[in-house]
């Protein structure tokens, strides 16, 4: 029989664990900030890519979503700041010393401009075939990336590849306005649904065709619909509103083949119930910040939902070694019986030494194979 | 109903058009301006912060509401300073240096409005010398600083060793929240008061100039 790939061992790791099993060891991965990498890079390894230099199991990549299919626009572009127009139809500034953008002009805006509101087509080649700027997930820095295909073909015997698509609240905000988008779906609920089912359409056919055309055996799927408190908006409106497209995604890229990973901020345990209903094989990333605790959540959804994430960055930016270890360590016991892909609560930004993120994979390697042994920090699931 | 629960009661269901009615016929009935906004829009406000800080209400409601408060207001304002009705307290807002977001701070800022408060809102990404210049120029009761992000919340600490610097730290009462932030991280940077949501933010800052007074 030939030799599996990396990326065999890795798809084999990954999918165990997210079937409830216990494979050879817990899978690990995490989403950096580009201004991370470069401090990780002048201190490590400057010509490596870190999921490489430490073997991570998961890379998630992401072709041009966006409903528009176009490079941004520069309106200003300076050494302080930048400003352009995306393919949402939004006009974003970037700072430099910001991680985050800021939104300046919405795409829409108002409830009545959601009928006119043009989408280019899902399956256009550009989409997957050239450079991305990959609005949503780029963070500190403005980058052009190399395409999805080009991305995808370069890593895929290396590591296990995840497409992804929108949940469609995430994608409305980026289109309306979060202050907009959570008025109008209680003002204009009609209008704002109709909104919704288009773009539905639109990621799961941008979904389907990722998995198809790349073979592809997982989809993150990126919401954002909660804060660190609870929900943005009543979990009720969620259920009418957006479960539906929640299930449809799922049902589609389930019937192809692939699991489907939940990216959604903040605290949305409220609907854990409902996105296990919809499908939702694994949750991320877990906010500690949110009051998410893997290890009590594992309790109670012991077996019907996975989990990926929950170590506290606080700890690894300013934590001491015995603090990354404890919490590494505690937080592992959630992987028993499979169920875990350990990574940060959101993802690793500039203010985490890359001492201390190479610290966590060392505790991950050193006591991440199973059978667990966890010694004085093993507890009872 | 009496008027000022009816201002209220339609408040709290976002209906600005009747907030902005029943005001003005408040008014035209005779009613002092102040006991409008304190038993009309305030009572109102106070109502829908108490059920969003219970998961009663999200928000949206809590925006829908602040906007026909505003609506209220905008009737309001010029009378209240025409009878020199003084708002409860001052307070200067905005988001550390490098955070562009700013959802978090318009809902504290929504619910310091909406318990009697005059705000000065100086934005998203405001640096620590910016704050500093914005406590000397407006002399405020409360600088309140908010943070999404666990990169950008030590620019908190940055605008208290400002205000020391400048010899005003003990004009102002400052207080600290988002997400990241926690009481243990207020109370290691200097702050005067932690608040863990938006309508707690606004108890708290009303407590302080009352305090005061």
């Known amino acids: 029989m030939p030799e599996k790939s990396r990326a065999e061992i890795k798809t084999e790791r990954v999918l165990k664990a997210l079937n409830h099993e216990e494979p050879d060891r817990v899978p690990i991965t995490d989403f950096f900030w580009s201004l991370f990498m470069k401090n990780w890079q002048k201190d490590k390894a400057p010509d490596d890519f870190i999921y490489e230099h430490y073997d991570l199991d998961l890379l998630v990549v992401t072709p041009n979503i966006d409903p528009r299919v176009m490079r941004s626009r520069f309106i200003e572009r300076s050494e302080e700041q930048m400003v352009y127009e995306t393919g949402w139809g939004s006009v974003i500034k970037r700072r430099t010393e910001a991680p985050m953008p800021m939104f300046l002009e919405f795409g829409i805006k108002s409830a009545e401009e959601y009928a006119s509101f043009q989408f280019d087509d899902p399956l256009d080649p550009r989409r997957y075939y050239d450079e991305r700027d990959d609005i949503i997930n780029t963070g500190d820095d403005y980058m052009v990336l190399p395409s999805f295909a080009e991305t995808v073909e370069r890593y895929k015997n290396d590591f296990f590849i995840w497409g992804s698509v929108c949940e469609p609240f995430e994608a409305l905000w980026r289109c309306r306005g979060t202050e907009g988008a959570l008025m109008d779906l209680v003002l204009y609920p009609e209008e704002t649904q109709a909104f919704i089912d288009r773009l539905t359409e639109h990621m799961l056919a941008i979904g389907k065709r990722q998995i198809e055309m790349f073979n592809l055996k997982g989809m993150v799927i990126w919401g954002d619909v909660a804060y660190d408190k609870g929900m943005f908006f009543s979990p009720v409106t969620w259920r009418k509103m957006f479960f539906p497209a929640v299930k449809k995604l799922c049902d589609e890229f389930h019937r192809l083949g692939a699991k489907v990973i939940y990216h959604g901020c903040g605290n949305a345990s409220v609907i854990y119930d409902d996105l296990i209903e919809a499908g939702i094989d694994c949750y991320n990333p877990l906010e500690v910040k949110a009051g998410l605790d ?12 996975a989990y990926f994430g929950n170590i506290d960055v606080r700890i690894l930016a300013e934590g001491s070694r015995e603090e990354i270890k404890r919490e590494v360590l ?3 016991n959630a992987a028993k019986g499979g169920g875990y892909i350990i ?15 190479e610290y966590m994979v060392q505790l991950v390697r050193e006591y991440g194979g199973y059978p667990l042994k966890l010694g004085e920090y093993d507890e009872e699931i | 109903m009496p008027i000022l629960e009816e201002i209220s009661a339609a408040l709290q269901v976002g209906n600005g ?47 829908i509401a ?41 809902l504290v800022g929504m619910m310091m409005e909406g318990a009697g408060l005059e705000i000065i809102d100086l934005g998203v990404d405001v640096a620590a010398d910016k704050f500093v210049a914005a406590t000397q120029e407006h002399k405020p009761d409360i600088l309140a600083i908010s943070a999404l992000l666990t990169t950008t919340m030590p620019g908190m600490k940055n605008v208290i060793e400002g205000l020391a610097e400048a010899g005003i730290r003990d004009q102002v009462k400052v207080i600290v929240g988002g997400a990241p932030v926690t009481q243990k991280f207020a109370r290691e940077i200097g702050a005067d008061g932690y608040a863990d949501d938006a309508a707690s933010a606004a108890e708290m800052a009303k407590n302080f100039c009352l305090a005061a007074q």
């Not at chain 2, 010029?78 to 977001?101: F, N, Q, R």
């Open chain 1, 294 to 305: 893997v290890v009590e959540l594992k309790r109670v959804y012991k077996g019907r939902l």
């Open chain 2, 17 to 63: 058009k009747k907030v902005k009615e029943l005001v003005q016929n408040a008014l035209d009935s005779g009613m002092d301006v102040n006991d409008v906004l304190i038993q009309g829009l305030i009572a109102g406000m106070d109502v829908i912060g108490g059920k969003f800080r219970n998961n009663e209400v999200y928000v949206p409601e809590v925006l």
């Open chain 1, 343 to 357: 990574a940060s609560d959101h993802s690793v930004a500039a203010n985490v030494p890359p001492e201390n993120y």
């Open chain 2, 66 to 106: 602040a906007r026909a408060m505003h609506m209220g207001m905008d009737i309001l304002k010029p009378l209240l300073s025409a009878s020199g009705v003084e708002p409860v307290g001052k307070v200067v807002m905005g988001t550390t240096k490098g955070d562009l977001h700013d959802i978090g701070k318009n």
């Open chain 1, 330 to 332: 505690r937080k592992l």
